[in-house]
């Protein structure tokens, strides 16, 4: 493609990039999907001379890269970067910019992964976080040690409770100490909210979720805009070598090209199930950003699209309640994970989140997780009636 022509796409919608962005057909074959390039290294066209500047697949495979275009062009940033895994990308990034003896806040409500890589591996490492209320601008102001703080760490909406952070407004914050913001936008995804767009400095991804979206592929991204960063972060990631490898980077374009439509759908389903549970007598209490009771409702509707898959709930019953209903559904699949075109449910106290029991991130007993997927509206409503007994 030409230059005008990248420029030309650049400027497209969301759908159109999503198809396109990336990957040129090839130039021998014009095959339209880029192929599965299985291959560890290239022969080179004289000692040093690199064609297209492929060496080794752990520094660069043209798979890889058409993903990595992909999706730089979706977060609307300059460079994408594809790993191995949501926490693989994670650790890169906080190991591009941070040093030991540094400091980072991070959300009181998270995915338990990602508290889990801070809480037993960065802070081993030397670098310290502390949990703040993320809804809360005034408490990560705080909560910033001038100087050592080098990151923000954002998840909005969080996972297992769906609170909202303010990107545009901690992204200031963030800056006025001399701080990057990094957000997680894989409850979001790049379709219902663009965080380089309101001023986050990183972007990352557990792109097992929604960007993949069928659930037979583990991976994660970062993408940022930052030129110095973005090399920062290719130097990491070539030195670390927690790189996607070419199938896992395919699956993952495959499934970025449909994400449009599928988080449509989403959200369409979510909205249902939301309006059942909100009026269902077992149920206490819908964590849900759509709701206009959701106390980040209007920071919501102000910087994402619609409001996802993603749904919590609690239940009268207790935990033993919560148990059940995770047990007795037969359309929604008991099991970690979320994003996929599949429903889901799980009880993030003994399943996702048992690693921040008895932290300042324990979630409620009584609390059930769903991702709602994209099959037909009420036969999930259905299956919710039938296992809320
Ligand atoms: C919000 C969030 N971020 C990051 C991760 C980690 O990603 P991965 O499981 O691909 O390592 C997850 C996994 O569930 C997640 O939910």
Redesign the pocket.
């Known amino acids: 493609m030409s230059d005008q022509q990248h420029e030309h796409l650049a400027k497209t919608g969301f759908e159109t990039r999503a198809i396109h962005a990336g990957y040129d057909p090839d130039p021998t074959t014009g095959a339209v999907i880029p192929p599965i390039y299985a291959t560890s290294t290239y022969k080179q066209d004289g000692v040093g001379g690199l064609r297209g500047g492929y060496e080794y697949s752990r520094s660069a495979n043209p798979t890889r890269t058409a993903l990595e275009g992909n999706l730089a062009a979706l977060e609307e940033g300059e460079r994408g970067f594809a790993f191995a895994?949501?926490?693989?990308?994670?650790d890169t990034l906080v190991r591009s910019t941070t040093a030991p003896g540094d400091h980072v806040v991070i959300p009181d409500d998270?995915?338990?992964?990602?508290f889990r890589l801070f809480d037993k591996v960065e802070k081993v490492w030397g670098v310290d976080h502390t949990p703040v209320a993320l809804s809360d601008v005034d408490a990560v102001r705080a909560a910033i040690r001038p100087g050592q703080t080098k990151l923000v760490w954002v998840?909005t909406p969080?996972?297992p409770m769906l609170t909202i952070a303010d990107i545009e407004a901690l992204a200031a914050v963030a800056h006025d100490a001399g701080a990057r913001l990094v957000v997680?936008n894989?409850?979001a995804s790049p379709y219902l909210q663009q965080p380089l767009t309101l001023g986050a400095d990183a972007v990352?991804?557990?792109?097992?979720?929604y960007c993949g979206g069928h659930s037979d592929v583990?991976?994660?991204a970062v993408v940022v805009r930052d030129l110095d960063l973005a090399e920062r972060v290719a130097f990491h990631q070539n030195a670390m070598g927690a790189v996607a490898g070419p199938f896992d980077a395919w699956l993952t374009l495959r499934g970025l090209r449909t994400l449009a439509l599928r988080m449509e759908r989403h959200s369409d389903n979510a909205e249902k199930v939301v309006e059942f549970l909100t009026s269902h007598e077992a149920v206490t209490h819908v964590y849900y950003p759509g709701l206009e009771s959701h106390p980040g409702h209007d920071v919501a509707s102000r910087q994402m699209r619609r409001y996802g898959g993603m749904v919590s709930f609690r239940v009268a019953g207790g935990e033993q309640q919560a148990l059940a209903v995770c047990e007795g559904t037969s359309v929604f699949t008991l099991g970690?994970?979320?994003g996929g075109v599949e429903s889901l449910i799980e009880h993030p106290g003994r399943m996702?989140h048992a690693s921040v029991a008895g932290t300042d991130l324990e979630v409620p007993a009584d609390l059930v997780r769903l991702s709602v997927g994209i099959e037909t509206a009420d036969d999930l409503v259905a299956d919710l009636e039938r296992a809320l007994g």
């Open positions: 895994s949501g926490l693989a990308a994670e998270a995915y338990g992964g990602t998840e969080t996972n997680d894989t409850f990352v991804h557990s792109t097992t979720k583990v991976g994660g970690e994970s979320l996702t």
